[in-house]
């Protein structure tokens, strides 16, 4: 990459030192620390796997806590910590919901269990049935739970054009069916900046 050049989206990662800059005069040192350890928990999961772009899976959930920082201007340390927390359990066989709430409390441990999807199994009858379970836990969840999840989306949408998905229509179309009628029919500030997000996102990609 040229010295001064704009790295593409997928290529963007929060870092440890940057998050510290960003929380350091916000928030007290305890939360802060509870955040760091949120981001070491997560990134030592991640620490093996890439994603289908090749980008380490790592900066997924960073970039979706740097939504939840940036753009939403939230620093609640749960928000932030289940950002960084939100595939954990799905990707580690150590892990477990208990695990997490003795390390970030009880809250950060339901906003992960209720993000947290079951995988492994192929498209059928039983993939799709498991599916709308996770969609009708999410629709009665807490906004805090919807806010890191559409974050969630919001960041794979604009990682689509890097061949993200081996089916980008159907992940861009399933946001719209699924996620983003939570957007559209809450009063919250947060999701209806990440609704007009994913709209772009979704005017973007069917042109």
Known sequence: MLKNQTPKYNQTFLSKTELTERLMDVIGSVELNRINSAFEMAQNVHQFQQRNDGTPYFWHP??????????????????????????VLEDSDILTPEVISYNFGE???????????????????????????????LQNSTDDCRIVKLADRLDNLRCIQFNLKRNPY??????????????????????????????????????
Do not use: W
């Not at 993000?115 to 969609?135: A, F, N």
């Open 62 to 87: 960073s970039r979706v806590a740097r939504i939840l920082l940036d753009e939403l201007g939230i620093n609640d340390a749960d928000l932030i910590c289940a950002a960084f927390l939100h595939d």
């Open 107 to 137: 809250y950060v441990s339901y906003i992960v269990g209720m993000l947290t999807k079951e995988i492994g199994i192929k498209d059928g009858p039983l993939r799709e049935k498991i599916d709308q379970e996770y969609i009708h836990r």
């Open 170 to 207: 159907k992940y861009v179309k399933e946001t719209i069916d699924n996620y983003v009628p939570m957007a559209e029919q809450s009063e919250n500030l947060h999701l209806k900046y990440l609704l007009r997000e994913i709209r772009k996102e979704q005017n973007r990609f069917f042109g």
